[in-house]
């Protein structure tokens, strides 16, 4: 019995980040506009980074399940 994830408030963060982000990329100050790129570029890193971090994780608990099995097994 497998239940999908809801990630609907995520999704509603993400939009919101996203679009306030369109809206300052329209700000009449260049500081703040030239923000706005190096911003998106944060969130992707960041994203990127717990994807690497959740398969690193993951590869972890396979290897520990491995070792226990085998403990287990002696």
């Not at 408030?9 to 790129?37: P, T």
Request: hydrophobic residues 30%; charged residues 40%; proline residues 0%.
């Amino acid at each position: 019995m497998f239940i999908k994830e809801d990630n609907t408030y995520n999704e509603i963060r993400a939009k919101s980040l996203d679009q306030w982000l369109d809206e300052m990329s329209k700000h009449e100050d260049i500081a703040v506009r030239g923000g706005v790129k190096l911003t998106r570029e944060y969130v992707e890193h960041l994203e990127t980074e717990i994807s690497r971090l959740k398969e690193e994780i993951e590869l972890k608990n396979q290897y520990l399940k491995k070792v226990i099995t085998e403990k287990r097994g002696q």
